[in-house]
C-alpha cells in the first residue's frame, strides 16, 4: 500500500514541465502564479532553472540575488533556511524563490546534491518548511532532465506540461507525456498530467487543426483553456511585470485568467480522475506502445510494462485561510495605485462612465472585450497600448518630471527614456527595489509613481534598471558620509499651499 505523499499539508504544488524550448513554460509559471495570486491563493513560485528567467520577467536583478532555491536544496535538513534571503516578493500574495546560472552546476557529479543520498527529496525538503506560509506553489522546471527536474517531480502534486500549437510541439507532446510517465515511476509516485494548449493562434486554420489532434490524441488531459498568443505577454516580462499588471484587458490576461481559475477549481476539488499511468499508459495517444529506453534520460532500459494503477494519493484542498500574508504588501501601496488611475481618468478628461478608455489607444477586440470587470482587480495603472516606446516627452508633461505633492498623494515622474525598469527606494519601504515600481504613460512619454506618505522630510533614490542614482530632476539632495547622495523631498500642507498650480496641473485639472 503506497503512502499518501503530503498528506495533512496545506500547500498544493504544480510543476510547470516541457523539455522543448519556445513552449511558454517561464510564461506561463510567471503568469499563472501571478494570477493565482490575484484569486487570493498565497503562491510561491520556484524556480528551478539555471537561466533565471522568473527573476527577470519580474523585474528582479540576479545580481541582488543572495540565495537561491539551490542553496536552500543543499541546506534544507542540514541548516536552517532564512526565508528573508530567500523569498522575494513579486507582486501582493506571490513570492519568488529565485534560481541563479549557478544551480546548473547542482547536479553535476561534484555540484553538492548528487552526493546526496536523499538527491531527488532535497526540494521537498525545502518546500515542507513553507507547507502553512503558502496555498500553492508553481514550479518552472529547467528545458532539460536531470536531478533539478527529479526534484520538481517529487515534489508536485500535479504536472502541467504547455504545448505550442505546432507541428513540432505536437509531435513531442506524446514524448513529453511519457518522459513524466517514466521518471515518475522512478520515483515510485504516481502524478496527474495535463497538457495547457499555448501561443495559439486562433485564426491559423493549421493551428486550429493542430489543437483538435491535440484535444483527439489526449482527450480530457487537455485543459479546455488555450492560452492565445500575444505580443503583450513577450512585452510584459521585458517590462519585467506579469500580463495583469502590464495590460489586463489583454488577451493574454483574459487567458491566464481562465487557467489560472481552471487550475484553482481542480486543485480545490480534484475529482476521481485517472492518474499519469492509468490516463496515458504506455501509449502514444494513437494506441502505440513506446518503450520506456526511448524515455529514459540516461538511455538505460526500463521495464516496460505499465504498472497497476495505484490508489490515488489524498488530496488536500486548496481554499482561502484568514491567517496573515508571509510579506504584507503597505497600505500605501494600494492607495497609490487607486490614487494613479484616478489621476489618469481625470488628467485626461475621461471616465469610465462615459465608455472612452484612460488613454488613446486601440478599441478592444471582442477576445479582449470578453474579461468580466469582476474577474480582475483594476489595480493597474498600465492600459493597452500598441506603440512603439516613446523617445522624448510630450511638451505638457515637462514641467511635471521630478516630485511634487499633489491632492491625491506625492507624484514622482521621470521620462520614459531614462530606463526600462524605475522603482522608488525610501525608507518607507525599506529602500527595496521592487516594491514601488513606476508605470509608464505612453501618451505623454513619461514613467510615473503617486504614493499618498504622511507629512515629513522624505529622503529617497531611483533605482533605474538596477542601477541607484539620485532623481535627476531633483536639485535638492543630501549625501551622507559614505558618499550616497539622496534626493529629498518635504511632505507637508505649506509645500501642498504653495503650489497650488502645480498640484491643478499634476491632477489635471487645468484649463485645456
Request: glycine share 6%.
Amino acid at each position: 500500500m503506497n503512502t499518501p505523499r503530503h498528506a495533512g499539508l496545506i500547500m498544493r504544488t504544480i510543476a510547470i514541465i516541457n523539455q522543448k524550448g519556445g513552449c511558454g513554460k517561464t510564461t506561463t509559471a510567471i503568469n499563472l502564479a501571478a494570477m493565482l495570486a490575484r484569486r487570493g491563493q498565497r503562491t510561491l513560485l520556484v524556480d528551478m532553472d539555471p537561466q533565471s528567467h522568473c527573476a527577470a520577467g519580474l523585474g528582479i536583478p540576479e545580481q541582488r540575488i543572495e540565495t537561491d532555491i539551490g542553496d536552500a536544496m543543499l541546506a534544507a535538513g542540514v541548516r536552517s533556511i532564512d526565508p528573508a534571503r530567500l523569498l522575494w516578493r513579486a507582486v501582493r500574495n506571490l513570492d519568488l524563490a529565485p534560481s541563479r546560472m549557478k544551480l546548473a552546476g547542482l547536479e553535476a557529479a561534484r555540484g553538492g546534491l548528487a552526493l546526496l543520498p536523499d538527491k531527488d527529496k532535497r526540494l521537498s525538503l525545502v518546500l515542507s518548511q513553507f507547507r502553512n506560509d503558502y496555498d500553492v506553489a508553481c514550479i518552472d522546471c529547467p528545458p532539460s532532465i536531470g536531478l533539478l527536474t527529479f526534484n520538481a517531480l517529487a515534489a508536485a502534486d500535479m504536472v502541467l506540461i504547455p504545448v505550442e500549437t505546432s507541428f513540432f510541439s505536437l509531435q513531442g507532446a506524446t514524448k513529453q507525456v511519457n518522459t513524466v510517465k517514466t521518471l515518475a515511476k522512478r520515483l515510485g509516485i504516481h502524478l496527474p498530467v495535463w497538457l495547457v494548449a499555448t501561443i495559439h493562434e486562433p485564426t491559423n486554420a493549421v493551428a486550429n487543426d493542430l489543437l483538435d489532434e491535440l484535444r483527439r490524441r489526449f482527450t480530457d488531459r487537455v485543459v479546455p483553456c488555450v492560452v492565445r498568443r500575444d505580443a503583450r505577454l513577450r512585452e510584459a516580462a521585458s517590462y519585467g511585470q506579469t500580463i495583469a499588471d502590464y495590460a489586463f484587458e489583454s488577451t493574454g490576461a483574459a487567458d491566464y485568467h481562465q487557467l489560472s481559475g481552471w487550475i484553482a477549481d481542480k486543485l480545490a476539488s480534484m475529482p476521481s480522475v485517472p492518474l499519469l499511468d492509468d490516463a496515458i499508459g504506455c501509449l502514444d495517444g494513437q494506441g502505440h506502445d513506446i518503450a520506456d529506453h526511448d524515455l529514459h534520460p540516461h538511455g538505460a532500459s526500463d521495464d516496460t510494462a505499465c504498472p497497476a494503477p495505484s490508489t490515488p494519493s489524498v488530496q488536500v484542498a486548496v481554499g482561502h485561510h484568514n491567517s496573515p500574508e508571509v510579506k504584507p504588501i503597505s497600505r500605501a501601496e494600494d492607495v497609490a495605485r487607486r490614487a494613479q488611475e484616478f489621476l489618469r481618468k481625470i488628467t485626461l478628461g475621461r471616465t469610465e462612465s462615459q465608455g472612452a478608455p484612460l488613454l488613446p489607444g486601440p478599441t478592444p477586440t471582442a477576445t479582449q472585450a470578453h474579461v468580466p470587470s469582476t474577474h480582475l482587480i483594476k489595480d493597474t495603472t498600465l492600459t493597452l497600448i500598441d506603440e512603439p516606446r516613446p523617445t522624448h516627452v510630450h511638451p505638457s508633461a515637462e514641467a511635471l518630471l521630478g516630485v511634487r505633492e499633489t491632492s491625491q498623494g506625492v507624484l514622482f515622474v521621470q521620462p520614459m527614456t531614462i530606463g526600462r525598469v524605475v522603482a522608488l527606494a525610501a525608507e518607507f519601504n525599506n529602500w527595496s527595489t521592487t516594491s514601488n515600481t513606476f508605470k509608464p504613460n505612453h501618451e505623454l512619454g513619461v514613467l510615473e509613481l503617486c504614493i499618498k506618505l504622511p507629512p515629513g522630510k522624505l529622503l529617497y533614490r531611483l533605482v533605474v534598471d538596477g542601477t541607484w542614482t539620485a532623481d535627476p530632476h531633483n536639485s535638492n539632495r543630501e549625501t551622507n558620509q559614505s558618499g550616497d547622495t539622496k534626493s529629498v523631498f518635504v511632505i507637508g500642507p505649506q509645500e501642498r499651499d504653495q503650489q497650488p498650480a502645480a498640484d491643478r496641473q499634476a491632477a489635471g485639472v487645468s484649463a485645456r
